[in-house]
């Protein structure tokens, strides 16, 4: 399979806890992209990379949220002491050109 | 403000209906234009993209979108649907770079 990688594909977590979700892009992708979709609404932005170097942060990406992607290709995307508010579907997406192809995305629970 | 909206929540078609969806932009620049699909239970797929020529845009499946710029919208047709049209569609629009705004998508239900 060539396409977005993403894993877990579910995350129930406790309020509080820590979360660390990843994202494996199509190899040749320069650009990669995590947006928040939360029930009722399309995906939000949330950062971007294009190879290792973290150039966009929407401001819905708090303190507590954290991405890297240390070598240019995978993607890590930390949550830190959870809120429900957190509770979300997070779809990253990765791109050579203007085209982004998604992942299946992580279903975020905090409980 | 960068903004998408899509002018209706939820439709519900019977089949070989008509399907017209609306959706306008305010983006200032230029502007590449989408319309993604979700299938119930599968991630986002393209339907179809505007970034420049003819503003008639054909997609996959059937869809098509006019690119009406004096109306800065950019509505998603398609002639006769199918059951297997049931989907959420979301309107997107990006300005060439690395930022893509989504609207809050249209749930299509389509009657068999």
């Known amino acids: 399979d060539t396409g977005v990688s993403q894993n877990p594909r579910h995350k129930i977590t406790k309020r509080g806890q820590n979360v660390t979700f990843r994202c494996d892009p199509i190899?040749?992708?320069?650009?990669l992209y995590w947006y928040r979709q939360t029930l009722g609404q399309g995906p939000e932005f949330l950062t971007y990379?294009?190879?290792?170097?973290?150039?966009?942060k929407s401001r819905l990406l708090s303190d507590r949220f954290s991405a890297e992607r240390p070598k240019g290709s995978f993607s890590t995307l930390e949550i830190q002491r959870t809120e429900q508010g957190d509770s979300a579907m997070y779809l990253c997406?990765?791109?050579?050109?203007?085209?982004?192809?998604f992942g299946s995305g992580t279903r975020l629970t905090v409980v | 403000a960068q903004s998408v909206s899509q002018h209706n929540h939820h439709v519900i078609l019977s089949e070989a209906a008509s399907l017209e969806l609306g959706c306008n932009y305010s983006y200032g620049g230029t502007v590449n234009l989408f319309w993604y699909v979700q299938y119930p239970g599968q991630h986002l797929q393209l339907l179809l993209k505007?970034?420049?020529?003819?503003?008639l845009v054909k997609g996959i499946k059937g869809f098509e979108a006019e690119f009406i710029k004096s109306k800065f919208s950019f509505n998603l047709r398609k002639p006769s649907v199918q059951w297997s049209d049931t989907a959420e569609y979301f309107c997107?629009?990006?300005?060439?770079?690395?930022?893509?705004?989504f609207g809050a998508g249209t749930r299509l239900f389509v009657k068999a």
């Open positions: 997406a990765s791109s050579l050109g203007t085209r982004n192809t």
């Open positions: 990379f294009q190879n290792e170097a973290q150039l966009e």
């Open positions: 505007y970034f420049s020529g003819d503003p």
């Open positions: 190899s040749e992708h320069n650009r």
């Open positions: 997107a629009v990006g300005n060439g770079g690395f930022k893509t705004i």
